[in-house]
């Protein structure tokens, strides 16, 4: 069989678009149907989220279900387009920091949660099947790295997760066979450019018993999950290890910034490209460069998530800033990648050199001089001093060299000694985590202070990093905090603002509240400023 490229996008929320009267128009400025302007510029493949009771939730407005659903695919089939059906297993969104059970499902023991699945997933697929508007692939979860239907099926208790998701998976078999159509089943996670999270996760499932699958799903948002470079690297070791195709099945980049948009100027100088019209298209051509060249004889496919929004409507952040349309609606620049691209026409003739270029280092950036005021600040001493709050047993936290850029665990125990040079904290969970690493300290006199640490881990779904100090007098506390937007790809020095601070009692510290990455904390620092 001739090799598949799925040039896709996720279109789910084109309901409550359409519900709002909005208008989509081609680059010339021509108006268009949504399906028109898609099937115009080279789109083939739809993905669909479908949530099991969203009118549950007012924030999901009721969209997403199985209504929507039958609509939408007869929309998909009508224009002959590839169908991949992705089922949350939730009333609302799934990811790597929220796999919430549908409420009909709260209070199901494990076994009943289990045919639940498979109850769910039938139906749904036998009701498509009656219109024959069945899917050609079926996503068993959403971003499903920490798990799916917490507790129950949380990592690291993969023998719960694979009996959840099997459920699901002989629920499209039995389908298949019952209407003699062949539908193949994807698992799909985040951190695409991230091998080593993806390995431990399906080593760990397959080895609890998860049945064979079809295909693997990754997410990948440069702002997130690594550099382009990450993902070429990932999904080549993803199908050498496995033997699957491999698709990134969720993909996006904005193209402006904007004080109400989803993504921060602090978050995208982790992106490698800028937020732009141009960089958007840029960012697509590298995604699916990187897709056709590894995937070899096997299919692929790049699927952006969500691009038929713009900022109308009150929508929400993502409208304003991370679709593929201006602010009337118009197509953007990035759908030339869509309909120009093919193997024969790629977009980068030397990709690699290019990739390299986007990640040049930034010296510039230093932690304030001064002397430090935080004993043992930069952990010789490992964690001595500071008071350490965490929500879970399983907490790896490791003292050694910052010069270890390997994500493994190694070096000593933070509960020993470390070799009396500046050291990192490394911390990291198989599943959800609370950290909190902490210290009181004393104000000699009132001034202007500022505190700073360099830090470097991963980003996703659902990862807060939070640098903070709290002044505690007997006229009360007073807390001021800084969110950080990781980056793996070098250690980045954050700051609060310089404040003003009496004498007295200061509590600082970092805390980590995410799904299962790592972070790397070092030269945790607080200086007067006497300029």
Wanted: charged share 25%; glycine share 8%; proline share 5%.
């Amino acid at each position: 069989m001739m090799k598949k490229f799925l040039k896709g996008m996720d279109i789910s929320s084109l309901p409550e678009h359409l519900d709002a009267n909005e208008i989509f128009y081609d680059q010339d400025g021509e108006e268009k149907t949504a399906f028109k302007l898609l099937k115009d510029n080279g789109v083939n493949s739809i993905r669909l989220r479908i949530w099991n009771q969203p009118e549950l939730v007012p924030e999901s407005k009721g969209y997403c279900n199985l209504s929507d659903t039958i609509k939408m695919a007869k929309e998909i089939k009508a224009n002959d387009m590839h169908f991949v059906l992705d089922f949350h297993y939730s009333d609302y969104w799934a990811d790597p920091g929220q796999q919430r059970k549908p409420h009909a499902w709260d209070d199901l023991s494990f076994d009943d949660l289990v045919r639940a699945v498979y109850d769910f997933t039938y139906d749904v697929l036998n009701e498509l099947g009656s219109q024959n508007l069945l899917p050609d692939m079926v996503q068993v979860g959403n971003e499903i790295r920490s798990g799916m239907l917490f507790p129950d099926g949380a990592v690291p208790n993969y023998e719960n997760l694979a009996k959840l998701i099997n459920a699901g998976i002989s629920a499209v078999r039995n389908i298949s066979r019952d209407f003699d159509y062949h539908i193949e089943v994807m698992i799909h996670l985040d951190q695409g450019g991230r091998f080593y999270y993806l390995k431990e996760w399906f080593d760990s499932v397959f080895a609890a018993g998860m049945e064979p699958i079809d295909a693997i799903g990754i997410s990948f948002y440069s702002f997130w999950h690594g550099t382009f470079m990450d993902l070429r690297d990932s999904m080549k070791q993803l199908i050498e290890r496995y033997h699957l195709p491999v698709y990134v099945v969720e993909t996006a980049h904005p193209w402006r910034l904007c004080d109400t948009g989803h993504v921060s100027k602090e978050l995208m100088d982790t992106a490698g490209l800028p937020a732009g019209i141009e960089e958007q298209k840029k960012s697509l051509g590298l995604v699916f460069q990187i897709a056709e060249t590894v995937s070899g004889d096997l299919d692929t496919g790049v699927y952006y998530w969500e691009p038929l929004c713009y900022p109308a409507h009150d929508h929400g952040s993502w409208d304003e800033n991370m679709g593929m349309l201006d602010d009337h609606g118009k197509a953007l620049m990035g759908f030339d990648v869509y309909k120009d691209f093919s193997p024969e026409n790629m977009p980068y003739d030397n990709i690699d050199e290019y990739m390299e270029s986007l990640y040049a280092i930034d010296e510039s950036e230093l932690p304030p001089a001064g002397t430090n005021l935080i004993p043992n600040g930069d952990f010789r001493d490992g964690i001595e001093g500071f008071w350490l709050e965490k929500d879970r047993d399983d907490i790896e936290i490791i003292c050694r060299n910052p010069e270890d850029t390997s994500p493994a665990l190694s070096g000593d125990s933070s509960t020993g000694s470390c070799s009396k040079t500046p050291q990192e904290i490394y911390v990291s969970c198989k599943s959800n985590f609370c950290f909190d690493l902490f210290r009181d300290i004393k104000i000699e006199k009132s001034g202007k202070y500022q505190l700073s640490v360099d830090y470097r881990g991963t980003n996703t779904t659902g990862v807060k990093v939070s640098l903070y100090m709290k002044t505690i007098s007997c006229n009360g506390e007073e807390l001021f905090s800084k969110d950080i937007f990781p980056s793996d790809v070098r250690y980045v020095t954050h700051s609060l603002d310089a404040v003003t601070l009496p004498v007295g009692t200061l509590r600082i510290g970092i805390k980590l509240d995410t799904p299962p990455v790592f972070g790397r904390i070092r030269n945790l620092r607080l200086v007067e400023i006497t300029a």
